[in-house]
């Protein structure tokens, strides 16, 4: 496999092309690591009264749906952004996921899963006090995207 990169002043975007032969798992990788890689540096406009603020996806351990609409919350703080729970399930890179019907986690700020066979399971988050709920039908498919991404390092 050969890797090369192109310096073009003239783009107004960078662009990252893969060019293969066939589909194959490594070349799927590859895209997922970079659309990630890209993804943790994507800037979203989040809202708190009349301020808007620009902030890193990566910064973001999880949103929620409250009762003024969908909550963005970092390690100290907490903001509104203007889409959809299902919207952002769409725009967000991969190492974020549904954990139940009104929270979307980032998998790459879990510190503990205390898991309730019986009820939903307990995300804590390194560095704060905040935590989610996990759904038991989300249970599974968070662990299971937890050990690939563990495998993957």
Not at 95 to 109: E, Q, Y
């Amino acid at each position: 496999m050969k890797i090369k990169i192109e310096i073009e002043e003239a783009l107004e975007e960078d662009e990252v092309l893969i060019r293969c032969r066939r589909l194959t798992e490594e070349i799927s990788a590859i895209q997922k690591a970079v659309s990630e890689a890209a993804g943790a540096t994507q800037k979203f406009v989040f809202y708190k009264g009349s301020t808007e603020y620009y902030l890193m996806l990566d910064e973001i351990l999880f949103f929620e749906t409250d009762e003024k609409g969908i909550s963005a919350h970092t390690r100290s703080d907490a903001y509104q952004i203007r889409y959809k729970l299902y919207e952002l399930e769409d725009i967000l890179p991969g190492f974020f996921m549904r954990v139940s019907k009104s929270t979307i986690l980032n998998t790459n700020h879990i510190y503990s899963i205390n898991r309730n066979l019986t009820a939903s399971s307990v995300v804590a988050f390194s560095g704060t006090h905040k935590q989610v709920y996990v759904s038991r039908y989300y249970y599974k498919p968070l662990i299971s995207k937890l050990e690939e991404k563990r495998l993957h390092r």
